[in-house]
């Protein structure tokens, strides 16, 4: 047992620091204001510019393991997911390393034919286009998988795909060129082997954007926004990923590290919202005294930072479970963080609002998009209460009597 | 002790009732798509129907106690602002009822002249104008009243007034008017004899709004939005409210009848989300069961139900205690509400936003924003942690040992 | 709606109040003193005094609406209650108003037999003897009724009751010379109507009590201890209360008030602990500066006062719709004060606990044995979780659809 | 960064969990019925013979780092006592690794001359006597350890201690032989340089053992129970412990370990209380189905499971700090994981005890008094407030100004 980072991940963590404090961090007024002219989901200028610079300095697609990535394990890169996280409306996108286009990256890498590859995920691994993941849909109880129903079936060479998603991120941003689609293609195949997952160019006809949704006041823009979509294309044979009926198994293959990347942001989330609390506290000064001597406000320091410790550590040792044992020997983990970060993070960024006052709730600073964000992710691929019931149930087998 | 409202408040509850059931809720979906239209701050035109019908039906400045309104104490009119927070984008503004006015409305009845009257408050009675309320600055930390510093000094025949506010609530509206003033008159004078309060029309030169602040990502237009607002103006003496140096009593009086509405209407919101919860969990049935069957779920049901009820009680009698022993006597209870009740309307609305999964930070539903709007009230008029040091430091007095 | 008390009920607050400063308080410490030398469960010789003065004072069997009692409403009774949770080791039995013998004369009142009332009933109103409730089993879950399984079966001119019982409340105590029990006596009957209520004179041969259990290490004495008893008895037929098969809503019956008293004991200990943070507050100065003056003690100060407010406002409206409109149309509220207040008093209790330090988890202050009490009723009768699932399926019903 | 134990703590672990399985836990009926045969602070016998296997097995002070231990470091150490914490009053007396036990001879291995090594230190060791740690006074506000009052000036060729402790843990104990005693011996020295630490034998004259008290009605006869009382002593002076005026460093370093071993141990508790809530769910049937299988009570086991795993991983880096950094590198985490493990554990084994009904509360389960020894821990070394202070003033000096 050894809680030190590895000489290579404070390497890592240096650098991925070093551009923040110096390019991201200066970089973030004049995003917003640019934000404010391009539109919600248009990808402002400066972020082009930080995209070459974190390219330039190595900082680039950290997240992927194998082919085309930095070859770095979960627990490696974990640490440096947490830095971006301070920055979550900027580091993520710069370093090529936002939502929802990691995970798909992912499956395209082990899913896709060359062809697709060779089309979709080569300028995708380049930063000069993004994809977005379909998969809920707006009338069933998306936290039950099994739910889902839009219509995949075989159709000449290729398979027709008919049905309404809804929170397919990333769809909303202009730059978005390819879905990943999951939908339903042997209704009565046995549980788990009924699904289908495939690619979908964004510019075949029949992908019909609806209207975008909002995340509390929020467009969401550094995740592409959010697109309800009617579907009704057809794709050739050669875009489905995997096996046919197999697309429940990538599903569960996308999400293990894609909660250590979720929850490693919210992390990092949580220590930006930290540091704003903190200094805040020494600029105000009701009744007499700073904020940051008043024994309410240092309740909530201690608080904050036990609980981001806590979280982390946790959120490391799945790392180090996924990498060492798999998605399945760190099931329970993988539960556990998908409930807890984003609570712990709500709560920190939470009393760094009330610390800010007024400011804290409106754009002046980050934090009220972060809790937005956070508070999300409690309801996002699935909501806490299925995580915790799979998790209780996994703990109890351990218990139940033999029978 | 007697617990059943008197027979004049259940036949308004019922009128207002009625007018929410037929005439508001239908129209929700209109105003969410004229808002779009119109924008953040305008009014979309179906407001001013039912405004016209809310007239018609005598539901009309309810609010007020005494000359231009209905003549009901606090404890008649708290349960039909609780009403009114069912659909607190449309209902309070229906009946002109709506936040920031009904306490500018207040002031001007009570303190100011009879000029000022007639140009200002007869037109804002007719809910043919709206106003602002202008406190909060930026540089300072507003939980204390005290830190309050834009200049007002006489000058010639009037007075002017020189500072920086923000968090103007109202001022974003077009349709705003005139803005009720806190300032600085008297830096040296003994403390709550320091400011003073002042009526300031929305077209005197010098009246500079440099920009809105949001909530959440909402733009706030049912409170007429929140401005930044840059002053250096002159206006008459007779735009004096009350008296020189008066202003803190003023704001104090304010606050008491404001901090029912509020409470009640956090009620209200608390009510309605408990209505979406409970009905969305018969439509979704995750894991082969309704969602209403389910034990977790159930707990949330019957703790919103118990923590709702709870609250409206201490509010009631709040307001009972300030028509009877007026707000001196009320001030632990006033506290105690401005503290309690947005956060349970918090959590209750938390818990339905939980209950809808995405639909629930969406446009679709309005918890996103009432939670905007009920977590924010614990920031407004103060931070709850100043309230709770009052609450508190009140109590304990009791118990000093006598020196 | 007036939330003020009575003339009535402001006088009998008095004398109930003067009762409590003047002979209560000063005998907490002599109680404590005698119940040490004369064991856990005997009646120390002060209490005897003080139910002399209690009577003379004419505060005795306030609890009992009818016959032999006061005559008081539920909520005429329901302040006093909770004068007497202040010194809940010492008020209630003083004033004969103490658990389980309140619920069990009421049951006594309205479904014993004349002689069994003359022979029981008679003394328990004088005090001269205590009594016991026999319903929970150790083997089965005994949160659902329907559980319970000791068989009562007629035998000869009577019945036969055989089985095991625990939490058998007052059956420790010497002076304990009736018991009140449940029993299964038509398995196979209609839901609701297999259980018969029936009285076993405590001397009976086949009464058989095994041992005591504790409650956090307390042997609670005040209401008689608790006893596991192992049943085999004959007793004739008049010892039938109520109707054979007819227990359960005898059960029922004796639960809306006996949750009304719990619940203002409740609020009683709270008070008190409040009043022990509060003055313990002003006599300790860690870091320099009295307790009573820091933000963290202050926040639990505002906090308890919130927290008692709400919950004693609720179990008062929850009385006063027992009047009006009874137990079935007060079931929600029934339910919510009985999840409600144990809760709340913990909490309170346990901020006095630690602002005590020490001192407070040891016998020199009532919170540890409070915190026990107010604990323990978080389970007693049904634990809150039982409560809470009633509760919300009682609300559901309003939304679900009609079918 | 490596999650996994050494091979060695893996080994020891499988010692130490095989002799819970085979030897203490069937023993912890037969303990419990010695303790109420032989008085609450009695050594039963069944603990002698636990003792004598545990030498045998080479499980014998464990806990100590250097001279006479196992030479374990703290993060080799932290997972053993967890596991003694699964029998909290039995394993760690039967493994001589017992609080105030292992502090107090921590003390005497470092600070004591020969003669008192010999004298105290060889028996200790041995499990022959116990001891006590005097520190607490019943008249200041003991979480600030500056108030300490109890005097200790030189005469002759000795000291003299005068003065009143409480909570002087391990001093009820028949077997208890020697007291470590913190004492004001200059009162006007410069802070930390004022107290001084001494040995006091228990048979020297003027050691007045007045009362002891309990901790939630348990007399908490595993740490030896908490005594009352009253020095005026005289002893010589090579029973002065390290420094004359040296005290507080030594109260420091006696903490350091004694956090990681008390919050380890509370990890065991927890994890203790939740096999017996998993099992419990497995045999209790309420409204027809097993516990174990309904929500509320799944949401409580995932809970549980996410707060122990994050407290667990807490407290083995806080050891692993402690190993390589040293206490004052470590004084986040220390203070981190003395306020978060007991509440933690508290919360943990209140679940617990709402699963197991009423049977939870009582002797019948280690429940209750697992939860009084993890409350009394968020107070004892200064309560929870004191050092989540201490926590944000060091957090908070990052962001100080530089003035």
Known sequence: MEFAYSPKVLDLQAQVTDFLNTKIMPAEAVHREQAGEHGPWAQPPILEELKIQAR????WNLFLPGEGGAGLTNLEYAPLAEISGRSPMLLPEA?????????????????ATPAIKERWLTPL??????????????????????????EITEEGDGFR???RKWWSSGAMSP???????????APNGERHKRHTMIAVPMQTPGVNVLRSTSVFGFSDGSHGGHAEIDFDVWVPRDHLLGELHGGFAIAQARLGPGRIHHAMRLIGMAERAFDIMCERAYTRFPFGKALAEQGVFQDWVAEARIRIEQARLLVLKTAWLMDTVGNRGAAVEISAIKVSTPQMAAWVIDRAIQTCGGAGVSQDFPLAEMYAQARMLSLADGPDEVHKMALARRELRRYAPST
Chains 1, 2, 3, 4 share one sequence.
């Open 95 to 111: 370093m090529n390393c936002s939502a929802p286009d990691t995970g798909n990256m992912e499956v395209l890498v082990h899913f």
């Open 56 to 59: 330039a300095r190595g900082l």
């Open 161 to 163: 795909i008919k049905g």
């Open 125 to 150: 691994l380049a930063g000069e286009i993004r994809s977005a993941y379909s998969m809920t849909e707006p009338d069933v109880a998306s936290s039950d998988a099994n739910n889902i129903r839009t």
């Open 175 to 185: 730059r978005c060129q390819i879905l990943v689609v999951m939908g339903l293609s």
